[in-house]
């Protein structure tokens, strides 16, 4: 299924209600435009709704649960529907695209043909995601795009996405069994990163393991793009694309229409990948008074000896799916 292509070939609703087409698999449910040209898509239920859900409005989307809908096909036909109806009304385009993206999940997860419950959820899930629009940004894109560019690198996607850090708390961006990976990146052609005391020392049995990234901005991917890439590798389920997006829009709050467009060369950053082992970063050394903690420092890499492919695996074989193959 792609809505974007299948909404490239509707256009303005030229009378009340939407001009649509029905979603291939389901004959409940339609993705269309309004008046406006604002994407829209529509979801019906095999069941009836008892009463009233309240609509709801935020800044880049609104949502109405079970209202009559005129919907006009492309065919002439022209019908009236009881559907539950979200609707961007961002005009701007990445964000649009963004949008489509998250609705064709939420298409997968309902089904073809789902009960009024299960489609409130499945909106409620949208709403929830673009609410974190109305926050402020919780990491840097420069970092997000690192992290990014590990998952879409990585031998298996699905299994890194997997270890993908569940908040922008997370003490580590990456954990998987005895495995514990940060991504470190520099836009200034420098191998010199922030670091913190505790990710240099992950918990006893595992291995740390920091990857470096040196970013040009220019002409490359941008972060809209590598979530695409990323979709089209996955293969764990649905629930690990609500994931990367759920994540991507808790990173870039209201940030995210801009974040998407931010473009680095991605090939470069490719070339530029280095490993190393945690205990290979220079690093205050010895014990912290008690009264200490928190302890950041910044750190050159420049004469550290990068770890190969094959020394990392000898040492945390639990790493195979999250490094790039050879």
């Given at each position: 299924m792609n809505l974007a292509g299948l909404l490239d070939t509707i256009g303005k609703a030229t009378g009340p209600g939407y001009a649509a087409r029905a979603i291939p698999g389901s004959l409940l449910h339609f993705v269309g435009r309004?008046?406006?040209?604002?994407?829209?898509?529509?979801?019906?239920?095999?069941?009836?709704?008892?009463?009233l859900t309240p609509a709801i409005r935020l800044q880049a989307v609104e949502v109405q649960f079970a209202v009559l809908c005129q919907v006009s096909l492309p065919e002439g036909q022209r019908g009236e529907h009881r559907l539950s109806v979200v609707r961007c009304i961002s005009t701007d385009s990445e964000l649009q695209r963004y949008f489509l993206k998250v609705v064709e999940a939420i298409v997968h997860?309902?089904?073809?043909?789902?009960?009024?419950?299960?489609?409130?959820?499945?909106?409620?899930?949208?709403?929830?995601?673009?609410?974190?629009?109305?926050?402020p940004p919780t990491r840097e894109v420069i970092g997000l795009y690192g992290e990014l560019l590990l998952i879409l690198w990585s031998a298996s996607a699905t299994d890194s996405l997997r270890a993908w850090r569940s908040d922008s708390t997370a003490r580590f961006d990456f954990s998987s069994d005895e495995v514990r990976i940060d991504a470190k990146v520099s836009g200034r052609r420098v191998r010199t990163h922030s670091f913190s005391l505790d990710q240099c020392q992950?918990?006893?049995?595992?291995?740390?393991?920091?990857?470096?990234?040196?970013?040009?901005?220019?002409?490359?991917?941008s972060i809209g793009d590598l979530l695409q890439k990323i979709e089209v590798r996955l293969s764990g389920g649905l629930?690990?694309?609500?994931?990367?997006?759920?994540?991507?829009?808790?990173?870039?709050?209201?940030?995210?229409?801009?974040?998407?467009?931010t473009r680095y060369d991605d090939k470069a950053a490719r070339a530029s990948l280095r490993w190393y082992l945690s205990s290979d970063i220079p690093?205050?050394?010895?014990?912290?008074?008690?009264?200490?903690?928190?302890?950041?420092?910044?750190?050159?890499?420049t004469a550290v000896e990068a770890r190969v492919r094959a020394e990392i695996l000898s040492k945390a074989p639990a790493a195979v799916q999250i490094l790039p193959p050879d």
């Open positions: 309004d008046a406006e040209g604002f994407p829209v898509l529509m979801l019906g239920s095999r069941d009836t709704p008892h009463g997860l309902v089904g073809a043909s789902p009960t009024f419950t299960q489609v409130t959820g499945a909106m409620r899930r949208v709403v929830e995601l673009f609410q974190r629009l109305t926050r992950p918990p006893p049995g595992t291995t740390g393991l920091i990857a470096s990234i040196l970013l040009e901005p220019g002409a490359g991917a629930s690990l694309v609500m994931k990367l997006h759920d994540l991507v829009a808790d990173s870039l709050g209201g940030a995210l229409a801009e974040g998407l467009k690093s205050p050394q010895g014990a912290l008074p008690p009264a200490v903690s928190e302890v950041r420092f910044r750190s050159d890499l």
